[in-house]
């Protein structure tokens, strides 16, 4: 059995990880993460970012949310929301923009030519998403979670994923793919994301700005879930996105035991 000084240890180590959590703060900065003296076991929500991708790009930020769902079919309320609301709203705001006037939108075409890779070819998630909207098309009505993920999108023009964290093992990474690397995406083949920003857990890469993988992607049977709303704008005020977040997820989604931080 392990001693008391060393159960303290860990006391006083996740209070810490969960109070920097509370202030924003990155994992990167607590010593408890930094160092295994203690022997702090790595929750399975745990993301970090890979320090390396701040000397290609100085402006990146994650914001993070965190809680369990009972996720269900699509709402009606909430598509008529969407079509009568939402929708025609930002079809007017963008109608005459171009893309990289896009608040949002613009640093995530910004950093993918900063990594080599073709924003043009490579579409940014949440371009994509918007593009529908300025055709007039609606978006896809997949399920609660991942319609409200997808009006979080089109509403801050970030790229967000939702991921099911029964398929994901181990720390959390947001680094560069490697040569070689890719996965199955949603709706999609085999993507090559060869220096893509990408999640990373024990198994592989799972997420990225343009497409998510069908291992961690949210269905009905999804039951914990973390939200990651990709922001590489230091003019985009992050927060108020995530409690934004934070509040769309209860109202349209039914969402509990909500715990948000940003990196």
Request: aromatic share 10%; charged share 30%; with cysteine.
């Amino acid at each position: 059995m392990k001693n008391m000084s060393d159960l303290f240890c860990r006391q006083q180590s996740r209070l810490i990880i969960n109070n920097m959590r509370i202030k924003g703060n990155s994992n990167r900065d607590c010593p408890f993460l930094k160092y295994d003296f203690c022997e702090v076991p790595v929750l399975k929500y745990d993301v970090q970012i890979d320090e390396n991708l701040y000397k290609t790009y100085s402006d990146i930020r994650l914001g993070i949310l965190h809680f369990k769902a009972d996720v269900k079919q699509p709402s009606d309320d909430f598509w008529k929301y969407m079509s009568d609301e939402v929708e025609p709203k930002i079809k007017n705001e963008i109608d005459e923009k171009g893309w990289n006037d896009i608040a949002g939108v613009r640093g995530s075409r910004a950093v993918y030519k900063a990594f080599g890779r073709n924003p043009g070819r490579y579409r940014v998630s949440s371009e994509a998403l918007l593009r529908r909207v300025r055709r007039g098309d609606s978006l896809y009505h997949i399920n609660s979670v991942v319609d409200v993920n997808n009006l979080i999108s089109i509403e801050s023009g970030l790229s967000v994923g939702s991921y099911d964290l029964g398929h994901i093992h181990g720390a959390i990474t947001f680094r560069k793919a490697e040569k070689g690397e890719g996965y199955t995406g949603i709706g999609k083949g085999f993507l090559d994301m060869e220096n893509m920003l990408v999640l990373a857990d024990d198994d592989g890469i799972f997420g990225s700005t343009m497409s998510d993988s069908t291992r961690a992607m949210v269905s009905e049977e999804s039951k914990e879930i973390l939200v990651v709303i990709y922001c590489f704008e230091n003019s985009i005020d992050l927060q108020a996105l995530v409690d934004k977040a934070k509040a769309d997820f209860q109202k349209f989604a039914n969402v509990y035991d909500v715990e948000t931080w940003i990196l």
